[in-house]
């Protein structure tokens, strides 16, 4: 079964930092592309960024306001996936999710969520 | 950046029809755009229903269908559930950028 699991959501201050984890189980992650996406309360869906799989490189695409504040970086060797976020600002206050949608691998789509996790600034 | 827009509400009866539509600031949606669509209900994560256009997931109920539409994305609703009553959001590709669209509230009464 595949599960993500994120954790790392908190109250920080503005200007502070925050490390979310996002830990996947039930398929190979490394062949994962995964993004990040947050929710701000009654708010509708924004789109943070995604990695890619290291076999096509591993690379990264960040959203326009996040760009310079925010890192995504994977450890397949541990399954899990990081958003750092630096500089928080009132208005980064979201619940922040984690999404698998295309294999690599297999050149497939797929559609699986993490529960969320919320950070307060 | 881009501004991706949608109609902020729609209302269908049972049974009946609706298009969603997502327009993009920067000009007409193309296949390039590589248009998804999401549903979101209360309290839950969202759900992909197409990607890349036209393509369905395996558990996308039948009556829902992607195209392109008069240079816009559109997510069309053909016999309307209450189970469908949710918010849409569609979501437009910039050269790798994701960009959310404002959403769509779906009433079915």
């Known amino acids: 079964e595949v599960q993500l699991v994120e954790s790392g959501g908190a109250l920080v201050q503005p200007g502070g930092s925050l490390r979310l984890s996002c830990a996947a189980s039930g398929f190979t992650f490394s062949h994962a592309w995964m993004s990040w996406v947050r929710q701000a309360p009654g708010k509708g869906l924004e789109w943070l960024g995604r990695i890619k799989s290291r076999i096509d490189g591993g690379t990264t695409d960040h959203a326009a306001p996040v760009k310079g504040r925010f890192t995504f970086s994977r450890d397949d060797s541990k399954n899990t996936l990081y958003l750092q976020m630096n500089s928080l600002k009132t208005e980064d206050t979201a619940v922040y999710y984690c999404y698998y949608y295309y294999d690599s691998s297999g050149r497939y789509h797929c559609d699986y969520w993490g529960q969320g996790t919320l950070v307060t600034v | 950046q881009a501004v991706v827009t949608q109609e902020p509400s729609l209302t269908v009866s049972p049974g009946g029809t609706v298009t969603l539509t997502c327009g993009s600031s920067t000009g007409p949606v193309t296949s390039d755009h590589w248009p998804y669509w999401f549903q979101q209900k209360p309290g839950q994560a969202p759900r992909t229903l197409i990607y890349?256009?036209?393509n369905k997931h395996s558990w996308t109920p039948a009556r829902f269908s992607g195209s392109l539409l008069g240079g816009k994305a559109a997510l069309t609703l053909s016999g309307a559930q209450p189970e469908d009553e949710a918010d849409y959001y569609c979501l437009l590709s910039y050269s790798g950028a994701g960009i959310f669209g404002t959403g769509t509230k779906v009433t079915v009464l």
């Open positions: 890349d256009t036209i």
